[in-house]
């Protein structure tokens, strides 16, 4: 155990490159709207930690949350080519806010919107991992989403990546990251689902992403994003057996990033492989 306490403590600090996640109930209020102070807490940590000399990568969700706010909607639009209309609208409003915060603190960003397609086929993916490097050359800080505005009802199964949980464990491969870090709403993965069982215990490492982990998942996240915990277990097989860590932390904070670069044990962590 103390071994494991040593390795966790020296993840972080030790990392290079670095990818971190943060889904749409993170980024909003419970009414919907943007969570601004939240958000610009994310962008003066992740800008600090590029001060460092890391590279950085967010995977950010929040572009159909971000939209229906902006379209002044009080519920999550459930058609199709309605959502697609919200990512529209949300994706630059995002956009917006991201580079206003992370201007605040001297760092530049780059949109890169993904497919699966793009992952998949090895010309887009090679173009794809391309401009994260040239992008990391010039300092910038990639801001990653899907590009939700061409998929449809069709398409689902075929070029979309359904969640971002599986994005972010995609683009952590893709970019070879040191370590991948999950931030969501609550401190970590657990072994029965906190809304319905008081008791549930926080599960501090995970040394195989098996079935009797997938058991403890449940079911869908909240009502203001895609994920449950079945996507980002999803996510920890992919990145763990990639020999990539990951963290589930709570994002409540995004200051808590600098709890674990210190050594600090936080959330839930997946060893690699």
């Known amino acids: 155990m103390k071994g494991i306490i040593k390795k966790i403590m020296n993840i972080l600090k030790n990392a290079r490159r670095i990818v971190v996640k943060i889904g749409s109930s993170t980024l909003t209020y419970d009414n919907g709207r943007m969570n601004l102070q939240r958000i610009e807490k994310i962008a ?22 971000a939209g229906t706010a902006r379209l002044g909607l009080d519920h999550r639009p459930q058609a199709a080519e309605e959502r697609q209309a919200m990512a529209a609208v949300g994706q630059s409003e995002l956009m917006k806010i991201y580079d206003q915060f992370f201007g605040m603190y001297g760092r530049a960003v780059g949109q890169v919107l993904l497919t699966r397609g793009t992952v998949e086929q090895e010309a887009s993916r090679r173009n794809a991992e ?24 069709e398409l ?16 952590a491969v893709m ?26 215990k926080l599960i501090h490492t995970v040394a195989s992403v098996d079935d009797k982990i997938m058991g403890y998942a449940g079911g869908a996240g909240s009502n203001r994003g895609t994920g449950g915990y079945i996507t980002k277990l999803n996510a920890a097989k992919i990145v763990t057996e990639a020999g990539i860590p990951m963290f589930i932390l709570n994002g409540a904070n995004p200051e808590i990033l600098y709890d674990l670069n210190e050594g600090n044990c936080a959330g839930t962590y997946f060893m690699s492989k």
């Open 130 to 153: 391309n401009t994260f490097n040239t992008l990391f050359r010039f300092g910038c800080i990639p801001i990653v989403n899907e590009n939700d505005t061409i998929s449809c009802d």
């Open 175 to 200: 970019v070879r990251a040191d370590v991948l870090i999950i931030l969501s709403d609550k401190d970590g993965m657990y072994d029965g689902d906190p809304r319905v069982k008081p008791d549930a």
């Open 44 to 65: 003066r940590v992740l800008s600090d930690f590029a001060n460092s000399g890391r590279d950085v990568v967010l995977v950010t969700s929040g572009a159909i949350a």
């Open 156 to 171: 689902e199964l075929l070029d979309t990546f359904g969640d971002n949980d599986t994005l972010s464990a995609r683009v």
